[in-house]
């Protein structure tokens, strides 16, 4: 477990973490998010003892990371997969660790087994692919069998299979009790793997809670209706005040009513209804809406006019074009 207690971290002028706390259980998978310079590396950096903190202290399994006797068996972290000696064999990098942490070389072929580089772990690291990087870096932090593992961006440059053995390890190792702690600007990831949230910007705590309470922070984006009496359906909406829009796949996007009024309604005037979904905001739009005022390093343009674009928020597929419907 981490225990984060009004953390700080000053860099001359510039405040990079400001009195941040919050707590990462064991048992399940806590994402750490916020927008680029948010604080996040440097924050991971002081729970392992990396940078020290200004003011606050961090506590892993109740102590500072500092204390543990077996630093690796406390916490496995991959920060930079870089960070290998490019000359050594995979297999020598990690029996290296084995030897400097006192951890038995066996260890050493389980790890590599588990994250697939058995071919390659007699081969240089330093020809390895940005994808057997990132696997020789989870392999080294479970190299202590931790208790708790923290990964920065795990999925950086892993192919989608590799992409769903990472989320699935993720989960497992949540699974069997040990406290998970990823960082990942990978929306969908971040939606499909963690159950908890710890949300910063610009070193500041925006969240600390489930994946489903800081998504409901955002209001619906609308219904979707499916209804063989279209003409029935577009004077009930009127009637009620909503507005009402076309779908490329059939289906009417509702907006300024509930699924609820939408569906008393239609019960009320005998209007058949085959979908009634209430189109909730994606984690991403959650994170972009929530996080907007604490985006440093922001883009501004146009790319000019095009179709209006409404994320459909069931599922990862491409987003549904919404096209008007006149009156």
Same mark, same amino acid.
């Given at each position: ?20 706390? @919050? ?9 750490? #998010?916020?927008?680029?310079? /948010? ?25 500072? @990371?500092?204390?543990? *006797? ?8 991959? #920060?930079?997969?870089?960070?290998? &000696?490019?000359? *050594? ?28 580089? =058995?071919?390659?772990? !007699? ?27 923290? $990964? ?28 998970? @702690?990823? /960082?990942?600007?990978? +929306?969908?990831? +971040?939606?499909?793997?963690?159950? &908890? ?6 070193? *500041?705590?925006?969240?600390?809670? /489930?994946?489903?309470? $800081? ?18 359906? !577009? ?25 609820? !009024? ?37 883009? &501004? ?12 928020? =069931? ?13």
């Amino acid at each position: 477990m981490i225990e984060a207690v009004g953390l700080r971290k000053v860099y001359g002028k510039k405040v990079a973490v400001h009195d941040l706390s @919050f707590t990462v259980r064991p048992g399940i998978v806590t994402g750490f #998010l916020g927008p680029n310079g /948010s604080g996040k590396s440097t924050t991971m950096r002081m729970i392992v003892g990396l940078d020290r903190p200004t003011a606050g202290h961090v506590l892993v399994d109740g102590k500072p @990371f500092a204390e543990h *006797r077996s630093p690796l068996s406390s916490v496995g972290a991959l #920060l930079d997969a870089k960070a290998v &000696h490019t000359g *050594r064999s995979a297999h020598n990098h990690l029996r290296a660790m084995a030897a400097t942490a006192g951890i038995p070389a066996s260890r050493v072929d389980e790890v590599v087994d588990l994250v697939g580089l =058995r071919e390659v772990a !007699r081969k240089r690291a330093g020809g390895f692919s940005l994808g057997m990087g990132q696997r020789l870096g989870i392999a080294s932090a479970l190299l202590g069998d931790p208790a708790t593992v923290m $990964f920065d961006e795990p999925v950086n440059g892993l192919d989608p299979d590799g992409i769903l053995w990472i989320r699935n390890l993720m989960k497992e190792l949540a699974g069997q009790g040990r406290a998970v @702690f990823v /960082s990942s600007h990978l +929306m969908s990831e +971040m939606a499909l793997t963690a159950e &908890h949230l710890v949300v910063i910007g610009k070193g *500041r705590l925006i969240a600390d809670e /489930s994946v489903r309470a $800081f998504v409901d922070r955002v209001q619906p984006r609308g219904v979707t209706v499916r209804s063989p009496q279209v003409e029935q359906l !577009r004077e009930l909406v009127a009637l009620e005040g909503g507005t009402l829009a076309a779908m490329d796949d059939g289906s009417f996007d509702v907006r300024g009513l509930s699924a609820e !009024r939408i569906g008393d309604a239609a019960a009320a005037r005998g209007v058949a209804l085959h979908e009634l979904t209430t189109v909730k905001a994606s984690l991403e739009e959650a994170f972009m809406e929530l996080t907007a005022s604490a985006v440093e390093y922001q883009a &501004h343009g146009s790319t000019g006019q095009g179709p209006v674009v409404v994320p459909d928020g =069931r599922d990862n597929s491409e987003p549904r074009v919404r096209q008007e419907v006149s009156r």
